[in-house]
């Protein structure tokens, strides 16, 4: 039932680094992982990061230099690598998929707690 394993998360002092994974479940074969959207208390859930459909990376203007996005195709994992963490980055981050060959949304992931102590 689980299609979008992800893990990775934790709690690291501002100006450390974290790098989170998201990989789909092993009989999962028809959805594609493309993002981050990450949820703090009280606010909507936004889009941090993601793959395009013309394989180029986007990124949300908060953490432009920070994170970045990147793609395993032999593990078939997506992988976030947050640097320079502050406290404005603690959320639960949630990673996304898309089917395969459509723009139909696949999944969320479980979602892991990132925290960021100053």
């Known amino acids: 039932q689980v299609q979008l394993v992800e893990s990775g998360g934790g709690l690291v002092q501002a100006g450390g680094s974290l790098r989170l994974s998201c990989s789909p479940s092993?009989?999962?074969?028809?959805?594609?992982?493309m993002g981050w959207y990450r949820q703090a208390p009280g606010k909507q859930r936004e889009l941090v990061a993601a793959?395009?459909?013309?394989?180029?990376?986007s990124y949300a203007d908060s953490v432009k230099g920070r994170f970045t996005i990147s793609r395993d195709s032999a593990k078939n994992t997506v992988y976030l690598q947050m640097n320079s963490l502050s406290p404005e980055d603690t959320a639960v981050y949630y990673c996304?998929?898309?089917?395969?060959?459509?723009?139909?949304?696949?999944?969320w992931g479980q979602g892991t707690q990132v925290t960021v102590s100053s």
């Open positions: 996304y998929s898309m089917r395969y060959g459509t723009i139909q949304f696949g999944s």
């Open positions: 092993e009989n999962n074969f028809t959805e594609r992982v």
């Open positions: 793959f395009t459909r013309g394989g180029s990376t």
